[in-house]
């Protein structure tokens, strides 16, 4: 049993409570690799902001559970070593799905947890979330809920249509619960492939899809029912046009891949939404870069060249999200 305190890592609950007073939202990057890790560190350092790094069950099987939760460790010095004297971090496990999964996430040094629950049938997902809760409590680990079905492919976790979280639901939910934050569907969805071309409308000036709005009605009400309570995004990735250019001009064949527009994003992180999840578009950034240098420089073999730039590039990409999304910059006591 290693508590995440030992790690140097924070949980939620202080960060989440100015966050929804602040006005902005907490990033949480998802990662895989030590290029992601030290991309994540670089910009959260270098924009004093707050950061989530958090582990799906797809990265566990990827990488090792063990070796990530060094890695966080790492990041934590590593951040340090940078300069931050005071940094936040938070290692969180998105999509739990499952009471064993989540135990051993705590019981490994996770101060965050997800337990997903928002495919089974109402009274089940409470008693899963409730049983969860009252373990990750017990080290002062944060829990986050889901209610509401997201549609879209993320690793394992998929659905074929969403459904909207029901506002009605919210307050028993979050009380019978005990959760620290809830994950809810007001129409954002997961990977790079958000909606279906018919869902979408054509911007006449670029020949863009425009994807449906968010649905902010949903997002009130649940607000009204719950006031100050933190909100998560999930599915938040904007698809980035210039990525997905550069993947198609240097061989990709990402076809109408859409995203979530960064205005909407930048609304929705002034309400009581206080975490967003993007994971898609550090994906593409990396897929981009190591494309160029692949097309650009064919004799290069030696992956510093291309996992470098790749570094580089989700950095950009992570600050631009930090400060002109998600406006956590400058959030760290000094
Ligand atoms: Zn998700």
Known sequence: MVNYKDLGLVNTREMFKKAVAGGYAIPAFNFNTMEQMQAIVQAAVETKSPVIMQVSKGARNYANATILRY????????????????PEIVLHLDHGDSFELCKNCVDMGFSSVMIDGSALPYEENIALTKQVVEYAHQYDV??????????????????????YTKPEEVIDFATRTGCDSLAISIGTSHGAYKFKPEQCTVDPKTGR???????????????????????????????????????????????AAVGIPEEQLREAAKSAVCKINIDSDSRLAMTAAVRKVFAEKPAEFDPRKYLGPARDSMKKLYEHKILNVLGSNDKLAQ
Do not use: R, W
């Open 209 to 255: 899809l425009v994807p449906p709005p968010l649905a902010f009605d949903v997002l009130h009400e649940v607000e009204k029912k719950l006031p100050g309570f933190p909100i998560v995004l999930h599915g938040s990735s904007s698809v980035p046009q210039d990525e997905v250019d550069t993947i198609n001009k240097f061989g990709g064949a990402l076809k």
């Open 142 to 163: 944060t829990v986050e809920a889901e209610l509401g079905v997201l549609a879209g492919v993320e690793d394992e976790v998929s659905s074929e249509e969403s459904h």
């Open 71 to 86: 890695m966080a460790q790492g990041a934590v010095e590593y951040a340090k070593e940078l300069g931050c004297a005071h």
